[in-house]
């Protein structure tokens, strides 16, 4: 008894589906950030990525661009420590060194609060900058294969 043998063609390109490339449009990456940075939509620049402090939008209210693609995660407060903790910890060896007979109890009031302030301010910027970011890189769901399809906006 003979073993069936499986034939192959030679041109093993020819068993590869046909490959549809579309063109798409650039997504620069700083004006992504840019507009990410300050909660707007990184596709119009007009739309605001955040509904609440950190809720993200599903769709850009402009120009319905999806962003619920995003994936930030743990990243924007990672982002935001070592931001915050960079300047809050030169600023107080700067002023510890400028003023070094200045009393404890102004260094508890102000450092804490500015802190809390400063991290507080940052974070939604480092969060709108990591979905731009994503969305200029198309990260996750953020490649949309019919955008050659819509207009481009902004
Ligand atoms: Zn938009």
Redesign the pocket.
């Known amino acids: 008894m003979e073993a069936a043998q499986a034939s192959y063609p030679e041109d093993q390109s020819a068993l590869e589906p046909d490959t549809l490339y579309v063109e798409r449009p650039v997504r620069p990456v700083g004006q992504a950030l840019w507009r990410g940075l300050r909660g707007h939509?990184p596709?119009?620049d007009?739309?605001k990525i955040f509904y609440r402090y950190l809720k993200v939008n599903d769709t850009?209210p402009?120009?319905?661009?999806e962003l619920f693609h995003q994936r930030a995660d743990d990243a924007p407060p990672y982002m935001t420590i070592f931001v915050v903790g960079h300047i809050i910890g030169a600023a107080m060896l700067a002023v510890e060194g400028k003023w070094p007979e200045l009393p404890i109890w102004i260094h508890i009031a102000i450092w804490p609060a500015l802190t809390i302030v400063l991290s507080l301010t940052i974070l939604p910027m480092m969060k709108g900058a990591l979905i731009a970011y994503q969305w200029a890189l198309r990260m996750h769901g953020f490649d949309d294969p019919m955008e050659a399809d819509k207009p481009v906006?902004g």
């Open positions: 939509c596709a119009c007009k739309g850009c402009t120009c319905g661009e906006a």
